[in-house]
């Protein structure tokens, strides 16, 4: 009996932490063009990831990313938006959550271009290229937040 209100306990206090984050799911809002295959993949994996993502269809991007600060050259397919911060191009999952749990003083993330690869730009088989993830500021400083190798 004893042993089992204390398993009552332990399943408790595991659980609502669970709750009150599936309660609050981050929220990323896209912007992208309605015909971009790959935006859509990539906003696929978002949500199979645990992100809230409000799309927004629009003719062109490129006035969101000077909107969100998001410099020309690390310039991709879409521009989202997560707590204050751009998220540009194919950026993984794990490194928006890593920029959500950390919080640098920093405008966002990128990966610039379309690295084959990268979140919804598979390609057969786990080929990819090897690509960066870009922290960028203000202040035109920029470092690597996290760097994926080559695959074949
Ligand atoms: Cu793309």
Redesign the pocket.
Known sequence: MKRRIFLNAVLLAGALPLWAHAAKKPLVTVYKTPS?G??HE?VAHLRQSGFEVATNDVPDTSPYRSRFGVPKDLG???TGVIDGYALE??VPAADIRRLLAERPRARGLSVPG?PVGSP??EVEGSRRDAYDVVLFADDGSRKVWQHYPAKN
Request: hydrophobic share 25%; net charge neutral; glycine share 16%.
């Open positions: 971009c790959c935006c990539w991709s397919c879409h191009g194919h379309m919804g730009m």
